[in-house]
């Protein structure tokens, strides 16, 4: 198993608010993971652990075999963090990418701009004369042309239209790799449903769920039912019925509906515990 991120019984608050109380998580290399949960739950603090902008109140994070507070220069090389309100310097994203480039040493400036080219995205432009949506691109086309190990994504879909939000599953599908892991938090799940796979689910107790979408359909179906289905894990109204969560007792895997799953993951959290228990 190739860990990229290891979390051991970690805990984490901001003065008295406690955000992560013994959590322990792992992210293997070769992986799209989707990060999910309710507002304020911690996604983004996690992200900002892993990068090393947080340091850990107690238990132990490594990342890369480094210990990501002490932001040494061999472990940034190697990482990227693109933060959900991304606001670029005023000078042009061309400029921005010859200079920062350099920090990265397997940055390559060709794929920087076939993918600028992908998103429609001028780099003689200054960040400061672009829309929120055209430096979010931007950035996402300058991160991926790094070449890092780990990337970190905080909402990419966040101000991208619908052509741009195709685009970006594209994109980020080609730069996945079996050396590379690629973790992006997301409350869009749509957006990126059949790229993000495995799928954890954070809520205020830490992680509810770490799964590959593989494993998921072996032990979980997703179904519209027009009546509420007896038996059922969960179910919510859609139009016409329900989208109904069952056992899965079949032994075929059944497709996921994530934001279905998210539901019954934060509704029937010991029912889920108990169906994925190692």
């Known amino acids: 198993m190739n860990n990229m991120v290891t979390i051991e019984n970690l805990h984490f608050s901001y003065s008295r608010h406690l955000v ?6 792992s992210l293997e290399a070769g992986k799209i993971y989707g990060l999910l949960g309710q507002n304020g739950v911690g996604k983004t603090t996690l992200l900002k652990i892993i990068c090393g902008l947080l340091k850990v109140n107690s238990g132990s994070c490594s990342v ?36 920062r480039g350099e920090f990265y040493p397997s940055y390559d400036a060709n ?13 003689n432009y200054k960040f400061t004369k672009l829309s929120f949506g055209q430096q979010k691109k931007a950035i996402i086309a300058f991160a991926l042309a790094t070449n890092t190990r780990l990337v970190l994504m905080d909402e990419p879909s966040n101000g991208l239209d619908i052509p741009s939000k195709t685009q970006l599953r594209r994109v ?12 992006i938090s997301t409350h869009q799940v749509r957006d990126l449903e059949n790229l993000i796979d495995p799928i954890i ?18 032990n979980l179906c997703f179904e519209f039912s027009p ?44 029912i889920i515990k108990d169906i994925f228990k190692k």
């Open 201 to 218: 689910i954070l809520d205020k107790n830490g992680v509810l769920l770490n799964e590959s979408i593989e494993n998921i359909s072996r």
């Open 111 to 123: 794929k920087f701009s076939r993918l600028m080219t992908d998103f429609e995205v001028n780099g």
């Open 20 to 25: 992560f109380k013994d959590v322990s998580l």
């Open 172 to 183: 980020i599908s080609q730069a996945s790799t079996d050396e590379t892991c690629i973790v």
């Open 227 to 270: 009546v509420p289905a007896e038996g059922a894990i969960y179910s919510e109204p859609t139009l016409g019925g329900y989208i109904v969560a069952r056992r899965n007792t079949s032994g075929m895997e059944c497709k996921v509906n994530i934001e279905a799953l998210f539901n019954t993951v934060l509704s029937n959290k010991e």
């Open 64 to 99: 890369m075999n480094h210990e990501p507070s002490k932001r040494e220069p061999g472990f940034l090389s190697e990482l990227f963090y693109i933060p959900e309100d991304f606001v670029g310097p005023d000078i042009t994203i061309n400029n921005f990418a010859k200079l």
